[in-house]
């Protein structure tokens, strides 16, 4: 098989490589494509575009593959993968980075990083910039410097019609626009321009963990600790057991057992000063809180969700942390069947919340966290798992019902319908984005993802 104007590598059953290229984080998700585009730059994508087009094929676009959908991969159609292109160019007199659009944060981190600055990621750094970005991006700097799509300066787009544009404040705004929140939905996205800001290298970091009885009494402080952090303060909870990574005592491994990450985006001796209440509450079972390098830092949680492992996942925002919330999450975080499942829930705010509302199509600007309870087991495990830990998930997005307010897209799973992607949206932005859509994928051609319907 050939495509007219193309030089990467396209991978079909027959080749070697086949298996490799079609999985996805996710090791829930086994779909045959017929054909993986492997591209090399712009012009490969363009090709790749069109020949999609001509030939009427589904098409599924790759960036970081960690999607927990897995809507990088489809069945009999086409994968558009952008797996190499990861190139990340930075101009630190203009404070600025170029990302190949197949790059993963840790790539983003490391060369932004050799010159002491970043911009918001997300916290696992094998996590693909491009989806990330495109569905808003939250991560530990947000609440000092925006999301990632606050950051985002310009993109350069292949188009349904496999042309090659670029959209900023100037050009093309409707489209870029809709880029910042609005997900895989307008065009592939080759490169993506950043706006950095000085970090660390060296920031106080890490997660404190205490025994899971302690919960509610974590929770209720942690409501009027966050209330008053600065912006430089972002935390991350994480509700499930202690994961058995190596900086860990050995004998708190796999138990029950709440975390408070944190990562304060300012000088250290700020950071010290900004974490120094919630290190005395109670009675840690670890505290790891440190100065350290960021980049490190934001790989630090990589282990605990490898690619492979399989993965279900239901998610909710919440306007606040009332008693009744605290309650429910007690009661349903620590009765799932897997040690290896848990729940994360980031504290939002600060600059995310500043930003004007019309300014982007990321739609959770009011929330106070963003929740996600991921169901995990292995790939040996039998069926009986799957169904213990996707049925724990779903009970415990049940009980929190009532108390839900949006959801974020990026978080969504493949159960979850077009009714929740207009939840993630609202009408209000949900119709705008039809529009753009209707403007730049009439056909809509790129449906394989968290779908915006032409209108
Ligand atoms: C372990 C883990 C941790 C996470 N942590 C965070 C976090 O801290 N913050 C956060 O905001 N999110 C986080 N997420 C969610 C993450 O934002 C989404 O999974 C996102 O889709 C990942 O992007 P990707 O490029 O790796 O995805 P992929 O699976 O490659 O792509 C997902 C979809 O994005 C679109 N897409 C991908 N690449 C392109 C492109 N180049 N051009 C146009 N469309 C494209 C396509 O529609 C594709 O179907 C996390 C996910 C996981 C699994």
């Known amino acids: 098989?050939?495509?007219?104007?193309?030089?990467?590598?396209?991978?079909?059953?027959?080749?070697?490589?086949?298996?490799?290229?079609?999985?996805?984080?996710?090791?829930?998700?086994?779909?045959?494509?017929?054909?993986?585009?492997?591209?090399?730059?712009?012009?490969?994508?363009?090709?790749?575009?069109?020949?999609?087009?001509?030939?009427?094929?589904?098409?599924?676009?790759?960036?970081?593959?960690?999607?927990?959908?897995?809507?990088?991969?489809?069945?009999?159609?086409?994968?558009?993968?952008?797996?190499?292109?990861?190139?990340?160019?930075?101009?630190?007199?203009?404070?600025?980075?170029?990302?190949?659009?197949?790059?993963?944060?840790?790539?983003?981190?490391?060369?932004?990083?050799?010159?002491?600055?970043?911009?918001?990621?997300?916290?696992?750094?094998?996590?693909?910039v491009a989806g990330l970005t495109l569905g808003g991006g939250i991560g530990f700097l947000m609440r000092r410097h925006g999301l990632a799509v606050d950051n985002l300066l310009a993109a350069e787009v292949v188009t349904a019609e496999g042309s090659i544009v670029r959209a900023s404040a100037d050009e093309h705004p409707d489209l870029f626009w809709a880029l910042r929140g609005g997900g895989g939905n307008f065009g592939v996205v080759t490169t993506f321009q950043f706006t950095l800001h000085p970090v660390g290298p060296s920031v106080m970091a890490g997660p404190v963990f205490w025994a899971a009885d302690d919960t509610t009494d974590v929770l209720r402080f942690y409501r009027d600790f966050v209330s008053e952090a600065p912006d430089e303060l972002g935390t991350v909870i994480r509700l499930g057991t202690v994961p058995p990574l190596t900086v860990i005592p050995e004998d708190l491994h796999w138990r029950p057992a709440i975390a408070v990450a944190c990562c304060h985006a300012g000088a250290v001796e700020d950071g010290e000063r900004a974490v120094r209440a919630l290190r005395r509450l109670g009675t840690p079972l670890v505290d790891l809180l440190a100065p350290s390098p960021y980049a490190a830092f934001q790989g630090a949680l990589n282990d605990t969700v490898p690619h492979g492992w399989h993965y279900y996942w239901k998610a909710t925002n919440l306007a606040g942390l009332t008693d009744d919330v605290i309650a429910v999450i007690a009661d349903h975080a620590y009765t799932a069947g897997s040690p290896r499942s848990y729940a994360a829930m980031f504290?939002?705010?600060?600059?995310?919340?500043?930003?004007?509302?019309?300014?982007?199509?990321?739609?959770?600007?009011?929330?106070?966290?963003?929740?996600?309870?991921?169901?995990?087991?292995?790939?040996?495990?039998?069926?009986?798992?799957?169904?213990?830990?996707?049925?724990?998930?779903?009970?415990?997005?049940?009980?929190?019902?009532?108390?839900?307010?949006?959801?974020?897209v990026n978080f969504l799973d493949s159960d979850d319908d077009t009714s929740r992607v207009r939840e993630a949206y609202g009408d209000h932005i949900y119709r705008r984005l039809a529009e753009v859509k209707a403007k730049y994928d009439p056909d809509n051609a790129f449906h394989h993802n968290k779908n915006i319907r032409p209108g």
Do not use: K
């Not at 086949?18 to 090709?47: F, S």
């Not at 039998?382 to 949006?406: K, M, N, V, Y």
């Open 1 to 128: 098989m050939e495509i007219d104007g193309f030089r990467g590598q396209l991978i079909t059953a027959d080749h070697a490589d086949y298996d490799t290229a079609r999985a996805v984080w996710n090791g829930a998700v086994d779909r045959r494509p017929r054909l993986i585009a492997r591209c090399g730059g712009t012009a490969d994508v363009a090709a790749a575009v069109r020949f999609a087009r001509d030939h009427d094929l589904e098409i599924a676009v790759r960036g970081g593959g960690h999607n927990v959908a897995g809507t990088a991969v489809c069945d009999d159609g086409i994968g558009i993968d952008l797996s190499g292109m990861r190139a990340v160019w930075v101009d630190p007199a203009g404070r600025t980075a170029r990302v190949q659009g197949g790059a993963l944060w840790g790539d983003v981190d490391h060369e932004t990083q050799a010159h002491g600055l970043a911009t918001t990621g997300g916290i696992v750094s094998h996590t693909g």
């Open 347 to 408: 504290h939002m705010g600060g600059v995310v919340a500043r930003v004007p509302h019309e300014a982007t199509a990321y739609a959770g600007r009011d929330v106070a966290h963003t929740m996600s309870i991921d169901g995990v087991w292995l790939p040996d495990e039998s069926g009986e798992h799957a169904a213990a830990e996707t049925a724990w998930a779903r009970r415990f997005l049940q009980a929190l019902q009532p108390h839900r307010a949006g959801v974020y």
